[in-house]
């Protein structure tokens, strides 16, 4: 598909788009649930990634940075873009990277994302989604939270850098998130993500065409390494409750555990049930079903630590994580495939007293 040809489904769109619509979240979105109804059926079922450098003209290994990019965060790219990504579709376009926040860290501050155009419009307005790795297979899945609207303005086929502070940051329940920039075709022709094609890579993306819903299909170009996506992360001064972050003394502590069935049966996250403000247990397979029982005590007036008490009920192979939000320390104890679990009493657990 040429990148200024328009197929006869985009030219319907865009006659039925009304002139001077305010760009807030609420008329993108109306504007986008408008059009899939006018198109159901007529839109492609399997939306592929469209890249920018099958326009002959388009600079390589060019990088023009107009703002703050992230540059202290997690960054998965190595600085440079050679290439730029939408999808096919001609409603909208979702695209979020893997992030493993670094031990301790829970809250994005902000989202910078990279992003190139091929078209006159010079503005792109944009949601940046955070999902959680909870999805089938550990692809995204609960939206934790947006950022909306944004907007960039990079120049015609340059690769630009803009910055998005969270307010107040976006506490996160665990540490491994997707992050990206959703945005309309419909509003906004021809805009792309940055793609980094010769970076370390490492970590997966997906796309989608819905502003909202995760997308959860893997980004598998020939030679995607990195997309144009940055974030920066803290920690957060307390945890933050979820089906899986068991929040102790007073939402200092967090607990949080994965497990594995033997026999490559199902794993995934430990759902938590708090039972006092030092106490809770996990389960695995059914609520119902309590597998392990975790407390968190407060040992300082007796040895200078806070301790870590846990009694299971399985034999699953588990790894249970305590982490102290104010200090970032943390502790993690396994129990092996197929072995009952040993009583864990742990006298020296965390030494971050007071
Ligand atoms: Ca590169």
Aim: aromatic residues 10%; contains cysteine.
């Amino acid at each position: 598909m040429h990148l200024f040809g328009k197929s006869v489904v985009s030219t319907v769109v865009a006659i039925a788009m009304i002139p001077g619509v305010v760009r807030g979240q609420e008329s993108l979105n109306k504007v986008a649930a408008e059009a899939q109804a006018a198109l159901q059926g007529a839109s492609p079922s399997s939306p592929a990634v469209e890249e920018l450098s099958v326009v002959p003209f388009a600079p390589r290994n060019f990088v023009e940075k107009s703002g703050a990019d992230c540059s202290g965060g997690i960054i998965y790219d190595d600085g440079s873009f050679e290439d730029g990504y939408r999808t096919t579709s001609v409603l909208a376009h979702n695209f979020v990277t893997e992030f493993v926040l670094p031990a301790g860290t829970n809250r994005l501050n902000a989202i910078c994302t990279c992003w190139s155009r091929a078209s006159f419009d010079t503005s792109v307005t944009y949601r940046l989604n955070v999902y959680a790795a909870d999805g089938a297979g550990g692809r995204p899945g609960t939206l934790l939270g947006s950022v909306t609207p944004n907007f960039a303005t990079p120049s015609l086929f340059g690769r630009s850098f803009f910055r998005v502070d969270i307010p107040g940051g976006l506490d996160v329940p665990t540490n491994r998130v997707y992050v990206g920039p959703a945005w309309s075709e419909l509003l906004d022709d021809s805009f792309f993500i940055c793609a980094d094609e010769n970076g370390p890579g490492g970590h997966p993306s997906y796309f989608g065409t819905d502003l909202v819903t995760a997308p959860t299909t893997p980004l598998q170009t020939a030679s995607y390494r990195a997309l144009g996506i940055r974030v920066e992360a803290e920690a957060s001064s307390s945890c933050v409750p979820s089906s899986t972050a068991l929040c102790l003394a007073n939402g200092r502590f967090r607990v949080t555990a994965t497990f594995q069935a033997p026999n490559g049966g199902s794993s995934g996250d430990a759902n938590v049930v708090k039972l006092t403000d030092e106490t809770g247990y996990l389960w695995f397979f059914s609520a119902s079903n309590v597998e392990t029982v975790v407390k968190v005590l407060n040992g300082c007036g007796l040895n200078q630590h806070y301790w870590v008490f846990a009694g299971g009920l399985t034999n699953v192979q588990t790894v249970i994580t305590v982490t102290d939000t104010e200090t970032g320390a943390m502790t993690t104890y396994m129990n092996p495939q197929s072995t009952p679990f040993e009583p864990i009493q742990d006298t020296q657990a965390l030494a971050t007293c007071p």
